[in-house]
Structures are given as structure tokens and as C-alpha cells.
């Protein structure tokens, strides 16, 4: 792992550059080709299952991602920080290297990550279309992320197993299927389960928000919004242009008030951009360490 450590370290660097000028170009229209391009990314073990001279044998390796990213996946070649680090508790090691990672993608890009890099965002975000909004939880609700958090590491120990990551992840769908669908290893009953807990997130999503799984249940947007204060994008809002519309409060897919700089604001925004392209009057904006990026158009 030494040795590895400036390739690491070089790799986070590279892609934390790149995500400031992506979002320093702005617009909701960059963060979807981001968002699938990080997909495809994250998925580049497909090719792995490729017939004839499409071929081409992508180890899965030991590093670590800086999003979930289910390493069960058979089209998978990254690790998940979450998985990792149960993996780290199950053989009581120190986990510093998945600590490393998600410190510094965490202080650099803060919950952007959810909002621009996430291959489970763009799923989330896809989902979103066909959802209701009808139900709007109670903020508290918020917490329970954080209960899934210390869980991952409290049932790790006590089980000694990936705890979390088989029974509690809607995103391990995404591992169960390929495998069912390739070298069939997996039972019915693990094929059902899963489709089951699928079933009930996407439910609950359906009745609140497409990215409900974000703001009540992910342990590592849990982490990322702790270090979101910190981190090098922020939301800004200046209320002297603002004409009280309403529109960015609609369009959040944290169910945020972007006017208001409350705690809850502070640690959930994920700097998707959407507020500042739906406000008319450049009240609000998102920007990086180069400066203000994302705005509005202002009316004529």
C-alpha cells in the first residue's frame, strides 16, 4: 500500500481539479455528463464481460473510491469506502487509508461529490422523474443517516462481516443482479431479498424525493456532510436581489431552503447548482476557491 501512495495521492489530486473546473464551466447540464461519466467509470469492469477482441481483463484493484460504489458488482473495479471500511474493522486494522481518501475528497469537495461524481446519484436522480413528492418527512429524519454510520461499524464487529453492505444497502442490488445474471451464484432467495429492499427504498423515494436515500440513509453522506462546511464549494446568498419567488426552494433535491444558512442547509447541500440556474435575480450562487460560478440568468 506504501508504494501505492503516490499514485493515490496523485489520483485524488487530478480528480479533484478536474471537478472544480467542471463546476467552475457550471450548469446543471455539466453535472449530468459528469454524473454519467462517473457511472461509466466506476463501471469500466464491463469490460471484463465483453465477447472477442472487446475483451480486456480490468483487475479489481485495492483502491478506493470516493463514492458508494458496490465492489460485489462483477462490473465493478474500485472499492467502496463503506465495504472498506468494515473490511478494515472485521480484521482489526486501522482503517487510515479509507480515512485518507474520504478526509480528502471530503474537505476538498464537501457532498458535491453526491451531487456531481455519485454513480447512485444519477440512478437517484433518474428516479426522481417518476416521484410524487406528496410526503414530506420530518427533518429528524436527517439523523438517521448518521445511525447508519456508526451501525456500519457496530455491526461489523459484532458480526464480523460486511454487515451493512448485505443486508442494508439498496445499492447492493447493483452487485446481486450481475452476478445473477453472469455466473448465477446467486440464490433466489438473495435475488429476492434484495429486490425487496430495493423495493422499499424506491417506495419511500417515490412518495417524498428521488433522493431520499441521500438525505435520511447514507452513511457516507453522512461523512461528507460533516465535512461540508469545510469544504471548498459553497452556496452563497445575498438577500438584497432576492424577490422571495420561491423557485430554488422547489427545485432543491435535498429538500433545502437555500435562502437560509441553518445547520441543516450547511451539511446536506449537495452544490448541484440547480437553486442558483432557477433563480432570476442572481441572489444566489455557487462558487469554488476560483470564484463564483453557477448563477442565474437575471430577468428582462
Given at each position: ?149 456508526v451501525g456500519v461499524v457496530i455491526l461489523a464487529v459484532l458480526t464480523a462481516s460486511i454487515f451493512w453492505c448485505r443486508y442494508l444497502c439498496f445499492g447492493a442490488l447493483l452487485g446481486v443482479v450481475p452476478y445473477w445474471l453472469t455466473w448465477q451464484t ?95 435575480s442572481n441572489a444566489l450562487s455557487v462558487s469554488t476557491v476560483f470564484g463564483y460560478t453557477i448563477t442565474g440568468k437575471k430577468e428582462t
Amino acid at each position: 500500500m506504501a508504494g501505492e501512495f503516490p499514485l493515490i495521492l496523485g489520483s485524488m489530486i487530478i480528480i479533484i481539479v478536474v471537478m472544480m473546473i467542471v463546476i467552475l464551466l457550471g450548469g446543471p447540464k455539466f453535472r449530468l455528463v459528469s454524473q454519467v461519466l462517473s457511472f461509466g467509470f466506476h463501471r469500466l469492469g464491463i469490460f471484463r464481460k465483453l465477447p472477442g477482441g472487446w475483451h480486456a481483463p480490468i483487475p479489481r484493484t485495492s483502491g478506493i473510491t470516493c463514492t458508494l460504489n458496490c465492489q460485489a458488482c462483477e462490473l465493478a473495479w474500485l472499492g467502496c469506502p463503506v465495504g472498506m471500511l468494515q473490511q478494515y474493522v472485521i480484521n482489526f486494522r486501522l482503517p487510515f487509508y479509507v480515512f485518507g481518501v474520504v478526509l480528502g475528497f471530503g474537505t476538498a469537495l464537501g457532498r458535491a461529490i453526491c451531487g456531481w461524481l455519485c454513480p447512485f446519484g444519477l440512478i437517484l436522480d433518474t428516479c426522481n422523474k417518476v416521484c410524487t413528492h406528496k410526503y414530506r418527512p420530518p427533518d429528524w429524519l436527517r439523523l438517521w443517516k448518521y445511525i447508519y454510520l456508526v451501525g456500519v461499524v457496530i455491526l461489523a464487529v459484532l458480526t464480523a462481516s460486511i454487515f451493512w453492505c448485505r443486508y442494508l444497502c439498496f445499492g447492493a442490488l447493483l452487485g446481486v443482479v450481475p452476478y445473477w445474471l453472469t455466473w448465477q451464484t446467486v440464490s433466489a432467495f438473495w435475488l429476492i431479498y434484495h429486490l425487496a429492499l430495493f423495493a422499499f427504498y424506491f417506495t419511500f423515494s417515490y412518495f417524498t424525493h428521488g433522493r431520499a436515500w441521500c438525505r435520511y440513509f447514507c452513511p457516507l453522506g453522512a461523512v461528507f456532510s460533516l465535512l461540508n462546511p469545510f469544504s471548498s464549494i459553497k452556496r452563497r446568498y445575498d438577500f438584497k436581489w432576492c424577490t422571495q419567488c420561491e423557485r430554488c426552494k422547489k427545485v432543491c433535491p435535498m429538500g433545502l431552503d437555500p435562502t437560509e444558512d441553518d445547520l441543516k442547509s450547511k451539511l446536506d447541500c449537495v452544490k448541484c447548482g440547480r437553486c442558483a440556474r432557477e433563480c432570476k435575480s442572481n441572489a444566489l450562487s455557487v462558487s469554488t476557491v476560483f470564484g463564483y460560478t453557477i448563477t442565474g440568468k437575471k430577468e428582462t
